[in-house]
């Protein structure tokens, strides 16, 4: 009886031990949340530092102009009778042309050229513009809309009936270009039609240039400003 006795005892000193052991582990792991939620907010403070890290730009800074191009076209016979004309579409926001721009700037050209009156038997139009004076001191950052630059060339296809959209040229000017001038011309144009099985050439009716100029930060006065009026 005595041994017996003594056996359970001893089994269940150990049992008594395990449950003291498991609460004071119990307790323990509980007074280790709060620690261990600390580090759980760091995260937070990461934008902070990465606004802080990220470089601030210098604000645009344009004296806008206000001249333009829009070359127009057309076709004639033999006669000097028209067979078909249309208009070329420019324009840029800001426009930096018959102004001036700083380096680091942007603006977009807009380009979309329409014909209003096709001659008959035309199967399509192949326009293009040439872009090189500009891009001697800006460079290209998007190009959007139906047209395709290949060099310095922008063109695209317009089949009739079909209309086109805009395409845009988003430019940003170079740093150094300060002092040089950008030229748009009625020259730098040109345009190919199909017509029956051979190509066909056009007259442009109004010839002309615009250009705008590279000038530093400190002569348009935009040290602390932004697009001047």
């Known amino acids: 009886m005595h041994g017996t006795e003594n056996r359970r005892g001893r ?6 031990a395990w449950g003291l052991g498991a609460l004071v582990a119990a307790m323990l792991l509980a007074s280790s949340f709060p620690a261990n939620a600390a580090p759980a907010a760091a995260p937070q403070a990461q ?6 890290a990220t470089a601030v730009r210098e604000p645009e800074c344009i004296q806008p102009g206000n001249a333009r191009l829009n070359p127009r076209f057309y076709w004639r016979n033999v006669f000097g009778a028209r067979l078909g004309e249309g208009v070329i579409h420019e324009s840029s926001s800001p426009n930096p042309f018959g102004g001036r721009i700083a380096p680091g700037s942007t603006f977009t050209f807009r380009w979309r050229p329409e014909t209003t009156r096709n001659p008959v038997g ?8 040439n872009l090189a004076s500009i891009m001697a001191v800006a460079q290209v950052e998007s190009v959007t809309g139906p047209g395709s630059l ?3 060339t922008l063109s695209v296809q317009e089949t009739p009936p079909h209309k086109l959209g805009d395409t845009a040229v988003r430019f940003r000017i170079r740093p150094g270009t300060e002092g040089r001038t950008a030229t748009l011309s009625s020259a730098d144009h040109s345009l190919t039609t199909r017509w029956l099985f051979a190509d066909i050439n056009n007259v442009w009716e109004n010839t002309g240039s615009i250009s705008f100029t590279v000038a530093s930060r400190a002569s348009l ?9």
């Open 11 to 16: 089994r269940t000193t150990p049992r008594g």
């Open 47 to 52: 934008p902070a530092s990465a606004a802080q």
């Open 122 to 129: 035309a199967q399509y139009h192949i326009h293009r513009v």
């Open 150 to 152: 290949s060099g310095t």
């Open 221 to 229: 006065g935009c040290d602390s400003s932004s697009i001047l009026g």
